[in-house]
């Protein structure tokens, strides 16, 4: 929304009455950039300019940012669509104050919660989180899957990522550590919020095939989303659920221990008798075996699930008598190579 007669006033419409206006088009995914990009100018313009005050500035960027969500959510989470939005908001972000003369840095030192425009890409945070916990049981599970592929390639390229990976702990708690069904009931309604865990796994999935190094880190690092500064957390929101409780963990936030129960409970499902969450599980446990190793850190259970591996195909052709060859594909992997 540009404001081209010098002021900025903003519609008093509902967030569902403004989303019913986006009217993207699938087919035209360049168009949808540039006025996401467009957007992201005028809202500085404005500002600057004085046509907008910091409260019409603040529900601007909520909006904008409400609309860079509802993109990714329906954009095919293998769409490379995904990237150019990512360098959207790394680009948003150099717009921001560092970047200013000293003259106009004081203008843009803050928004009305403290962040400045645009360096520290305020409510970005916020309204991500805010799509997850609130919004998105009730998506559908490519959308949620959509959803994931951009949260955590933000996390994975440095945007917020103690604070984003807030979204990752609040799925995985739901998927991993809360007691649903593993797949439909034929009396489940679609998107009445009531998951299987095999409708979530796919964002878990995205989730470890993006960023599974930064996640591994906080959890080697003890991180609790609770303790940055992303409003609406508390520990509660962060603590472990009941099924990793029974596990014993405790730590609220990333740990080492959670981390791996998570590893073990993708081996549980892979064994629960279920398709497709076989397959899903198996990929999940495959995307997660060596996030450690990846970037040269040490996870209980990688490098002797890798030893193993390697291994696998000679205990194979002596099985055979040494007699012709052994394709991967013929190799039975068994997930407990990781046990010590």
Avoid at 28 to 41: F, S, V
Avoid at 231 to 242: F, H, I, K, V
Avoid at 267 to 280: A, F, N, S, T, V
């Amino acid at each position: 929304m540009d404001c081209p007669e010098g002021n900025c006033v903003i519609p008093c419409l509902t967030r569902e009455e403004k989303r019913q206006r986006y009217g993207h088009d699938p087919a035209n995914p360049q168009e949808t950039w540039e006025g996401l990009r467009n957007n992201i100018y005028s809202i500085g313009r404005s500002y600057l300019d004085n046509h907008c005050t910091a409260a019409e500035t603040e529900s601007r960027l909520h909006d904008l940012w409400d609309e860079l969500i509802h993109v990714a959510k329906m954009t095919p989470a293998h769409s490379p669509e995904h990237d150019r939005l990512v360098v959207l908001i790394l680009e948003a972000r150099e717009l921001g104050s560092d970047a200013l003369p000293v003259t106009k840095a004081c203008e843009v030192a803050t928004m009305p919660n403290g962040q400045r425009l645009w360096a520290d890409l305020p409510y970005l945070v916020q309204e991500i989180y805010a799509a997850w916990a609130k919004e998105s049981m009730r998506f559908s599970s490519q959308e949620r899957q959509s959803l994931a592929v951009l949260t955590a390639k933000l996390c994975a390229v440095g945007v917020c990522p103690d604070q984003l990976s807030c979204c990752a702990l609040w799925l995985f708690k739901e998927t991993l550590e809360t007691a649903r069904d593993d797949v439909s009931l034929p009396s489940s309604k679609p998107g009445d919020g009531s998951n299987t865990i095999v409708e979530l796994l796919p964002a878990c999935l995205e989730w470890l095939k993006q960023s599974s190094h930064k996640l591994v880190k906080l959890s080697l690092a003890g991180h609790d989303p609770a303790t940055a500064l992303t409003a609406d957390l508390n520990d509660s929101q962060t603590a472990p659920g009941e099924l990793a409780v029974k596990a014993n963990i405790k730590q609220p936030g990333f740990s080492l221990p959670r981390w791996l129960f998570w590893r073990q409970r993708f081996k549980d499902l892979y064994r629960c008798g279920h398709e497709p969450l076989i397959r899903m599980a198996r990929a999940c446990f495959e995307a997660s075996i060596f996030s450690g190793l990846n970037v040269g850190l040490t996870v209980p259970g990688e490098q002797i699930y890798l030893d193993r591996l390697f291994k696998a195909p000679d205990k194979e052709l002596a099985a055979r008598g040494k007699k012709g060859s052994v394709d991967a594909s013929e190799i039975e992997i068994d997930m407990d190579w990781d046990k010590e």
